[in-house]
């Protein structure tokens, strides 16, 4: 297996813009993790899933902030609009029952 | 008061020396125990695993959990400077759904 893959790995784009960051999971997996990580806050969990399914989104900033997984071996991750507040790296996981495998990320900076 | 507290360090060891890495928790329902190691523009990835109180070995790597105190520890021998990376302790609940991650310490074995 490639492991868990997200694209893009770099993005930069400016202030209002709509951002889509999209992961692939590992198969068989059945959870899957949002996450960013920043220097001043280090990795903050956003959603994640279940089965498909939204289990805790307490960590999404705000409503300019939505994921969804439609299905098992796809999740996209949205900001519209973005702000320069929102430069981080965002790391997709997946997890089948116990450890929880990293994509490498996505370096999103917002100018 | 945060979930995992890590001294975020920088940790500066020479080559060969003994590291120990540690964190702090404050949630008594956490049964599952994992350190990840993140290299620069990387994401994190599983170095250890453990489930309950207890040490477990993997090479140069030790892992030990003391729930009564509520404290984890990594152990590094001979450290290599290729073990320069920012390690996070992370844990769960039971039913591994949620991932609580420190702050992440930063390691340099200078050679």
């Known amino acids: 297996d490639a492991g868990v893959i997200q694209s893009p790995r770099h993005e930069v784009t400016e202030m209002g813009q709509e951002v889509t960051l999209r992961c692939k999971p590992i198969?068989?997996?059945?959870?899957l993790f949002w996450y960013r990580q920043t220097m001043m806050r280090g990795l903050e969990l956003l959603i994640y899933f279940n089965n498909n399914v939204p289990i805790d989104d307490s960590g999404m900033p705000e409503d300019r902030f939505s994921a969804k997984m439609p299905n098992a071996s796809f999740s996209t991750l949205k900001i519209q609009p973005s702000e320069p507040r929102d430069s981080a790296v965002y790391f997709c996981?997946?997890?089948?029952?116990?450890?929880?495998?990293f994509g490498q990320g996505t370096r999103l900076t917002v100018v | 008061q945060k979930e995992v507290e890590q001294d975020p360090g920088p940790l500066s060891v020479p080559e060969g020396a003994i590291v120990s890495l540690n964190c702090t928790y404050s949630n008594s329902a956490f049964q599952y125990f994992m350190w990840y190691r993140q290299y620069s523009r990387k994401g994190p990835e599983l170095l250890m695993y453990?489930?309950?109180?207890g040490n477990k070995e993997d090479g140069r790597f030790t892992a030990q959990v003391d729930k009564s105190s509520k404290y984890i520890s990594l152990f590094i021998r001979d450290s290599q400077p290729s073990d320069s990376a920012t390690y996070l302790c992370a844990m769960s609940e039971y039913n591994f759904n949620k991932f609580y991650f420190g702050s992440g310490t930063k390691l340099n074995v200078k050679p």
């Open positions: 198969s068989g997996h059945n959870s």
């Open positions: 996981a997946s997890s089948s029952d116990t450890e929880a495998f």
């Open positions: 453990t489930y309950s109180s």
